[in-house]
């Protein structure tokens, strides 16, 4: 009986295995060709040579045939991610946001870049100097404020924007809120006392704008602190449609997790000239701010 028995569980243990590889190969069946779409600043012969090892990686992984879609601009990408042409794409934060919008979230981000700290994207802070008696953004009304460059996201755009959702008119709240030109230009007006209060990036505690002032001998250690950060400003993500199968959805991030240490070759000619460390599993929860972001600028835009 006990031979039987075994003889039983064998049998059933090959029955699962070969119902695992059935289950696993199904996509690849429905899906025999990929279209791999990516948003990029780069003219499209560099585009082609710094994607062309990642796609041979992509294929022999996945098993399947990837074709690239070229697209004039991001709204090619996001359109053809709308329209089921593109399986997979590399949006940027914005980008993302506009394609989860108009398709109503039936897109879902895979992945997204880590700096070279290992950081998945930076926040925009508001700092003071470490001796004033600010505590909080509420303290500050009626202060001198700066803020970096009008195109700068952690050093205009980000605080402003997040501030606002927080019910504070910076343009009524303080004194007065000028640009000084520059990150750096906005912590040596706060340390000599021109400003009050400032807005610049941040990483962590060992990666930031003041911390690196420092390492330059611009600033004295310890003069500044931090009583206000934004929401996560994400890394750029690779995403696909949310109808896809999830085991496929899941083989595709799988093997872009893994590329760096699965293909070296390929990862250091799709890093080439960028500050990337590897890829991190992300969700849409960690792009929901720009996604508001992007919101109230298309209904500022209309109104």
Same mark, same amino acid.
């Given at each position: 009986?006990?031979?039987?028995?075994?003889?039983?569980?064998?049998?059933?243990?090959?029955?699962?295995?070969?119902?695992?590889?059935?289950?696993?190969?199904?996509?690849?069946?429905?899906?025999?060709?990929?279209?791999?779409?990516?948003?990029?600043?780069?003219?499209?012969?560099?585009?082609?040579?710094?994607?062309?090892?990642?796609?041979?990686?992509?294929?022999?992984?996945?098993?399947?045939?990837?074709?690239?879609?070229?697209? $004039?601009?991001?709204?090619?990408?996001?359109?053809?991610?709308?329209?089921?042409?593109?399986?997979?794409?590399?949006?940027?934060?914005?980008?993302?946001?506009?394609?989860?919008?108009?398709?109503?979230?039936?897109?879902?981000?895979?992945?997204?870049?880590?700096?070279?700290?290992?950081?998945?994207?930076?926040?925009?802070?508001?700092?003071?100097?470490?001796?004033?008696?600010?505590?909080?953004?509420?303290?500050?009304?009626? $202060?001198?404020?700066?803020?970096?460059?009008?195109?700068?996201?952690s050093g205009h755009q980000a605080p402003r924007y997040?501030?606002?959702?927080?019910?504070?008119?910076?343009?009524?709240?303080?004194?007065?809120?000028?640009?000084?030109?520059?990150?750096?230009?906005?912590?040596?007006?706060?340390?000599?006392?021109?400003?009050?209060?400032?807005?610049?990036?941040?990483?962590?505690?060992?990666?930031?704008?003041?911390?690196?002032?420092?390492?330059?001998?611009?600033?004295?250690?310890?003069?500044?602190?931090?009583?206000?950060?934004?929401?996560?400003?994400?890394?750029?993500?690779?995403?696909?449609?949310?109808?896809?199968?999830e085991d496929m959805r899941k083989d595709i991030q799988?093997?872009?997790?893994?590329?760096?240490?699965?293909?070296?070759?390929?990862?250091?000619?799709?890093?080439?000239?960028?500050?990337?460390?590897?890829?991190?599993?992300?969700?849409?929860?960690?792009?929901?701010?720009?996604?508001?972001?992007?919101?109230?600028?298309?209904?500022?835009?209309?109104?």
């Amino acid at each position: 009986m006990k031979w039987f028995g075994r003889i039983v569980a064998v049998a059933l243990l090959g029955v699962i295995c070969m119902s695992q590889v059935a289950r696993a190969e199904q996509w690849q069946k429905q899906y025999p060709e990929i279209t791999l779409g990516v948003i990029t600043s780069e003219n499209e012969k560099d585009r082609l040579i710094r994607y062309e090892l990642v796609q041979k990686y992509l294929e022999d992984t996945l098993g399947v045939k990837i074709k690239w879609r070229t697209a $004039t601009d991001y709204a090619g990408v996001i359109e053809g991610v709308k329209a089921g042409k593109i399986q997979v794409a590399r949006f940027g934060p914005a980008s993302y946001a506009k394609c989860y919008i108009v398709t109503n979230g039936k897109v879902e981000p895979l992945v997204g870049a880590l700096d070279k700290d290992g950081n998945l994207g930076y926040h925009s802070v508001i700092i003071v100097k470490t001796d004033s008696p600010y505590k909080t953004v509420q303290d500050l009304k009626g $202060t001198k404020f700066a803020f970096a460059d009008p195109n700068s996201t952690s050093g205009h755009q980000a605080p402003r924007y997040f501030l606002d959702e927080e019910g504070i008119k910076v343009d009524e709240f303080f004194s007065s809120a000028t640009f000084s030109g520059s990150h750096e230009n906005s912590v040596m007006g706060l340390v000599s006392g021109t400003y009050d209060a400032v807005a610049t990036w941040w990483r962590s505690d060992s990666s930031n704008n003041p911390k690196r002032m420092e390492s330059k001998g611009m600033i004295e250690p310890g003069q500044w602190r931090i009583i206000w950060k934004s929401p996560l400003l994400p890394s750029s993500p690779w995403a696909v449609p949310t109808d896809l199968p999830e085991d496929m959805r899941k083989d595709i991030q799988k093997a872009l997790l893994e590329l760096p240490t699965k293909d070296p070759e390929a990862w250091a000619s799709f890093i080439k000239g960028e500050k990337i460390s590897g890829f991190a599993e992300v969700t849409h929860e960690d792009y929901e701010p720009i996604v508001r972001m992007i919101q109230a600028n298309l209904k500022n835009r209309k109104s």
